[in-house]
């Protein structure tokens, strides 16, 4: 897949360098969750995996490179949320912001790789449901994020294969409350 991806994406940006367009362009690739461990994912040495409410299930790294970059080669080490895209992606390309939505432009940040204090929190899932599908339900506030409820089947560590005698998987945690500082280790 990796292979057929980077064949695809040659592809894209050999078309748009015969047609004049990619030096304005804006390429963005991204994810919605980290990599599933039933089908070989690992994203270690974050815990969990996709269908949790850990690191490894909801963090994912995105690449933008193109047009309207002031800083290239920077990382923007800030939080951004899925909804953040839209707003972010219309500023870039120079229109006007859309109001009554929860995303916020990060453009700025991103393009002069400065730091962002205008994203500081996210819900990452509210099942609060009257029968709830999962269970569980997690917000970040800076550097805390609190989980309620059962963070997931896939919660623990899962070792890149070389490491794998010598770490461990966590067993599925029993709390109901979970309060981690995202910079250090489990709170509460």
Known sequence: MVTAMDDAIGNVT????????????????????????????????????????????????????????????TVFDGMIHAVDWMPTI?????????SGIDGVDLWPSISEGV??????EFIY????????IVGHAAI???????????????????????????SEIDEPKVDYYQLYNLRGKLML
């Open 14 to 73: 050999d078309s748009l360098k015969r047609n004049g367009m990619f030096e304005n362009t804006l390429i963005i690739f991204t994810a919605d969750n980290g990599g599933w461990t039933t089908f070989s994912g690992n994203n270690y040495p974050l815990r969990g995996g996709k269908a949790t409410v850990y690191e490894g299930g909801t963090r994912a790294s995105a690449f933008v490179y193109g047009s309207g970059l002031q800083k290239p080669n």
């Open 90 to 98: 219309l500023s870039a390309a120079g229109g006007g912001q859309v």
């Open 115 to 120: 730091p962002s204090s205008l994203r500081s």
């Open 125 to 132: 899932n509210l099942d609060d449901s009257v029968v709830p």
């Open 140 to 166: 970040r506030m800076g550097d805390y994020k609190l989980i309620e409820g059962f963070a997931g089947a896939y919660n623990g560590w899962y070792p890149l294969p070389e490491n794998e005698e010598d």
